[in-house]
């Protein structure tokens, strides 16, 4: 049986402030397979955040395992959960996501130059990535002259240009209307199928979650319900 | 090199900042620039004055001469000492003389006097004293071989001020009485006048004459012996070299002792000294300048963007690329100001050098310092040395006040970090 590509085990997550401690994930179990476009939708403080935190490898659980195709992330030392970081994951924010001094070409292309990828292939690359996702005019604009929307698309052009197994977006269109939200879902969901990339992302818009293939509902810090969706998209 | 085209982009985005600490290190540093090239002029200017007027670069004395300056401390075989001298580069001319206490008078009036006996022949290629340039009135001293007869009163050439005091001109007669060595009784001897000079130092023009080194050894008894044996170099910066290989050379000499000028003129040398001093304060303070405003202007930039360097360790950034990257930021940051200052100040060294301030415009009458008047201009010299050593301060000090912010980068924690609106 293929491993899954990512399984929580008995996850807990609690922050402490001052004297309390408070239940930010309380034993989160799932697992996320190849290809899958899921959505964690709750209300504010249900922990979301906290969940891709842990699973991007950027925090780590209070108790329980998170496994990556099988390996214990817990086992892994800085260097290679950066090294995860850089070369498994892709990453997006949900706001201020991109390096300011750089164009939005270039913002794409620090990821790879990171990865060491040569400079043929890293202008193949983005070029083709910007073309699909509609960024090609913008390639030399730096982020404080574009739109959230056109950010966070760079922002996106980022996350899968280097080649990632897995992308994490946190609330990715919390600060666009709702139509440019409808666009990045769309194209989130046409780069999963053209490149097999998986995608978790939260968001607690209802017309992004209506999108998703499977939707993973929190609510205080645990899976309230867990559901595929195949009409979606 | 990621890092130096962020850090780049970095410089040129923060402009302001940028800007303000670029012209903070930049003047600072062309301050000391000029500031260091005038006085390293000055320094080597009095040094050459110094050595021109005096002893010459290196000396060879009889041992304890310096200490106790009495004809008891002798050199006994000079010509042997010259010979050895003549062999050694940059050696440009050697001159024997005989320097002594004593007393002049003219009539009523007398003086103390230091007397050196010198060399006609040699000592105007040696000592500034004796060239046409600082004579008032009169020629120089001749070699008894061309006096109009053969006991005649020896050549004197003597300061303006002392003329004054004696109220003598050229052609005048003069008595000098000194002690003899190894003798009860004190030793007259007459002169006359042949020429007056003016150096600006006041010790040289009030109280220094010169005679025939023939003269001054018959009239102390010293039977070919002198006092100093000194060694006028093509380069004042050759002299710990030519020190050392003299010592070398007259080993086997243990009445004999070889001093740069820096000990034989140790009051000049002093004075430089404390000069230096007061540049060294200058140094310091540029370079805590230039600490200050990096470790300030990069530890800003780092807190500043916290957030973005939050996303950067998120994406995959290992913590030494962001420490470099830091580091690189500060290295962009020197470059660029350390540039400026030093085209900015190597352009008024340029000027300096070339044109000089004049300084007498300034102060009327000229600088005086350590007993030697600044006429004219002032100019500047540096050496390449000084330059590599404060480009190797400057990058060392940008690093090491670079290192805290830098590390303070790397301890971020992502999701912290981002937080941090
Ligand atoms: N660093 C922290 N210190 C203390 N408590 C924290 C911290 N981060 C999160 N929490 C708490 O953990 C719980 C889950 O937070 P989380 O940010 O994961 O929620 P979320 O679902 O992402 O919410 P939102 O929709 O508002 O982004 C909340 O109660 C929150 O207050
Ligand atoms: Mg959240």
Redesign the interface.
């Known amino acids: 049986m293929p491993k899954s590509l990512i399984e929580a085990q008995g996850l807990c997550k609690s922050y402490q402030q001052g004297a309390i401690t408070v239940p930010a994930l309380q034993d989160v179990n799932l697992s996320i397979e190849h290809g899958e476009f899921a959505v964690l939708a709750g209300p504010s403080g249900s922990g979301k955040t906290t969940l891709l935190?842990l699973i991007?490898g950027?925090?780590t659980p209070t108790k329980g395992k998170l496994l990556l195709e099988g390996k214990d992330m817990s086992t892994l030392s800085?260097?290679q959960l950066?090294?995860l970081?850089?070369?498994k994951?892709?990453?997006v924010?949900q706001a201020?996501?991109?390096?300011?001094?750089?164009t939005a070409y270039e913002n794409a292309e620090?990821?790879l130059?990171?990865q060491g990828i040569k400079a043929e292939e890293r202008q193949r690359r983005i070029g083709e990535i910007f073309e699909e996702i509609g960024l090609a005019d913008l390639a030399s604009r730096r982020p404080s002259e574009m739109s959230g929307g056109q950010q966070q698309r760079v922002a996106v052009a980022?996350?899968i240009a280097?080649r990632p197994a897995l992308v994490l977006a946190d609330e990715p269109t919390a600060n666009l209307d709702s139509k440019t939200s409808a666009d990045l879902i769309e194209m989130m969901h046409r780069l999963k199928t053209d490149h097999g990339v998986t995608f978790i992302f939260s968001s607690h818009d209802p017309r992004v979650i209506d999108r998703a293939e499977r939707l993973i509902q929190l609510e205080d810090g645990r899976v309230v319900s867990d559901e595929k969706r195949a009409n979606a998209a | 090199m990621l890092a130096l085209k962020l850090a780049w982009r970095s410089f040129i985005r923060h402009r302001r900042r940028s800007a303000i600490t670029t012209i903070a290190i930049s003047l600072g540093f062309a301050m000391l620039i000029s500031v260091t090239g005038i006085a390293i002029n000055g320094h080597d200017r009095m040094a050459n004055l110094g050595v021109r007027l005096g002893s010459g670069h290196v000396v060879v004395q009889g041992k304890g001469f310096q200490q106790e300056q009495t004809l008891n401390f002798l050199v006994d075989d000079p010509e042997r000492v010259e010979a050895v001298a003549r062999t050694i580069p940059d050696v440009q001319n050697v001159a024997q003389r005989v320097y002594t206490g004593g007393l002049i008078s003219s009539g009523e009036l007398n003086s103390a006097t230091m007397i050196a006996g010198v060399v006609p022949d040699i000592e105007p290629q040696v000592s500034d004293i004796a060239s046409p340039s600082h004579r008032t009135s009169g020629g120089y001293l001749r070699p008894r071989s061309q006096l109009e007869f053969n006991n005649a009163p020896g050549d004197i050439y003597l300061g303006d001020t002392l003329a004054r005091t004696l109220d003598v001109e050229v052609e005048d007669r003069v008595v000098l009485t000194a002690s003899p060595a190894n003798a009860e009784r004190p030793a007259s001897a007459a002169f006359r006048v042949r020429g007056i000079f003016h150096t600006g130092v006041s010790e040289l023009d009030g109280f220094y004459v010169q005679i025939a080194l023939g003269d001054a050894q018959e009239m102390l008894g010293l039977d070919g012996k002198v006092t100093q044996v000194a060694l006028l170099l093509n380069d004042l910066r050759a002299t710990a070299r030519v020190t050392k290989e003299m010592r070398a050379a007259l080993d086997d000499q243990d009445d004999l002792e070889v001093l740069p000028w820096q000990v034989a003129l140790s009051e000049l040398y002093d004075a430089i000294v404390l000069d230096s001093i007061g540049n060294y304060l200058l140094h310091t303070i540029v370079f805590l300048i230039v600490a200050i405003g990096i470790f300030n202007t990069i530890l800003m930039s780092v807190l500043e963007r916290t957030r973005e360097f939050g996303v950067m360790i998120a994406i995959g950034t290992s913590r030494q690329q962001l420490f470099a990257q830091v580091i690189a930021e500060a290295v962009v940051l020197a470059v660029v100001a350390y540039s400026v200052g030093l085209a900015i100040g190597l352009s008024l060294h340029y000027w300096m050098s070339t044109t000089g301030l004049d300084v007498g415009a300034l102060y009327g009458d000229g600088l005086e310092f350590a007993g030697i008047s600044f006429n004219g201009r002032i100019y500047s010299t540096l050496y390449p040395a000084q330059v590599a050593q404060w480009t190797a301060i400057v990058f060392g000090l940008v690093i090491l006040s670079s290192l805290y912010p830098a590390f303070r980068a790397t301890r971020l924690k992502p999701v912290e970090a981002m937080r941090h609106a």
């Open positions: 935190n991007g950027l925090d800085g260097r950066s090294d970081r850089l070369h994951f892709g990453f924010f201020y996501n991109l390096v300011p001094v750089l620090y990821v130059l990171l980022r996350a280097g």
